[in-house]
């Protein structure tokens, strides 16, 4: 079965660092654009990384660029985001996607085909 497993999230305090891995049991991932999304309580689920398949180009979000660095290991079909000086505001429900081929719009949460279930990231102030 085709899914994306996310581990790695947990407590930490403000200005830490955690990192998250999502391994993806898709056996032509480097075919797949990678992303990670979050989803904070009482708030929509927003972007949050990006790794383009082709050329693994990353975007970010202007809330997290410099503090989080995505990247991906295509032998270990993982993709990883780790987490720099965090925020109070970094607390949510953090959430891996896929989606095969994907060149355009990375950012948008719609289109990606395969998420995983979430794994909660809280940072205490």
């Known amino acids: 079965q085709v899914q994306v497993v996310e581990s790695g999230g947990g407590l930490v305090q403000a200005g830490g660092s955690l990192r998250l891995s999502c391994a993806a049991s898709i056996r032509t991932f480097n075919t797949y654009t990678m992303g990670w999304f979050r989803q904070a309580p009482g708030k929509e689920r927003e972007f949050v990384a990006a790794i383009r398949w082709s050329d693994r180009t990353t975007y970010y979000a202007d809330s997290v660029k410099g503090r989080f660095t995505i990247s991906r290991d295509n032998a270990k079909n993982t993709v990883y985001l780790q987490m720099n000086s965090l925020k109070s505001e970094d607390t949510a429900v953090y959430y891996c996607?896929?989606?095969?081929?994907?060149?355009?719009?990375?950012?948008?949460?719609?289109?990606?085909?395969?998420w995983g279930q979430g794994t909660q990231v809280t940072v205490s102030s």
């Open positions: 996607a896929a989606d095969k081929y994907r060149n355009n719009n990375l950012n948008f949460a719609a289109g990606y085909d395969l």
